[in-house]
């Protein structure tokens, strides 16, 4: 089936370390996409890429970096940078390109900092 | 700057009952319109949205949504609430230019026996 599969589904991390989380889909579309879910904040965008070796910063990217080396695969880091970085952590993808297009949600990775 | 609200942070209901969630939106020109559904601990799944047509779009899982441009409204509803209808819903807008969505904070329904 296809789908978008991100791991680890929880993740503890000491402060001061990095963290990446994986996000991986095979529904071969073109965009990718980083939100952070925070109770009763709904989700922010962190990261974006429409296109592979490309991405475009959200509207929290401080203390994050991605990486689009495969169409698949749009990983996420979580650097020691991110002062608050416990939380909800959904990939998604999209397949439209040029316009607005249905968000494809992964079940979501929790970070706990320890 | 594109906005959505979602007033209600929790409802309740009893099984069978109807349901309308609400969901206002600040945009320009005509908006690309969502709702997603969230499980706990899960990723979240489109119910319906609305591009352009007619202004009732219907959904998944019984779920039906009304444009209204007038009233800057996407509200979503359903008949008959079943208790597996208990989640959280978000509505979303979606810009033209690009592929970003701007989420509302969600609305928690809780379903009673």
């Known amino acids: 089936d296809g789908g978008i599969t991100q791991s680890p589904k929880y993740l503890f991390r000491k402060e001061g370390q990095n963290v990446t989380l994986s996000c991986e889909q095979n529904l071969n579309h073109d965009a990718m996409y980083w939100y952070r879910q925070d109770p009763g904040q709904g989700l922010r965008l962190i990261y974006y890429?429409?296109?592979?070796?490309?991405?475009q910063k959200g509207d929290i990217a401080e203390g994050y970096s991605v990486s689009r080396e495969k169409k698949e695969s749009f990983p996420l880091t979580v650097t020691s940078a991110q002062k608050n970085p416990t939380a909800f952590y959904l990939c998604?993808?999209?397949?439209?390109?040029?316009?607005?297009?249905?968000?494809?949600f992964g079940e979501g990775s929790r970070l706990t900092v320890l | 700057a594109q906005s959505v609200t979602q007033p209600d942070i929790h409802i309740t209901v009893s099984e069978g009952a109807s349901l309308e969630l609400r969901c206002n939106y600040s945009?320009?020109?005509?908006?690309?319109l969502f709702w997603y559904v969230q499980s706990p601990g899960q990723g979240l799944q489109l119910l319906l949205k609305?591009?352009?047509?007619?202004?009732l779009v219907q959904g998944i899982k019984g779920f039906e949504a009304e444009f209204k441009r007038s009233q800057s409204s996407f509200n979503l509803r359903k008949p008959s609430v079943h208790w597996s209808d208990a989640a959280e819903y978000f509505c979303a807008v979606g810009a033209d230019s690009s592929y970003k969505l701007i989420f509302g904070s969600g609305t928690r329904l809780l379903v009673r026996p």
């Open positions: 998604a993808s999209s397949g439209k390109t040029g316009m607005v297009g249905e968000l494809f």
């Open positions: 609305y591009f352009s047509g007619d202004t």
């Open positions: 945009y320009g020109a005509t908006p690309y």
């Open positions: 890429s429409q296109i592979v070796n490309d991405f």
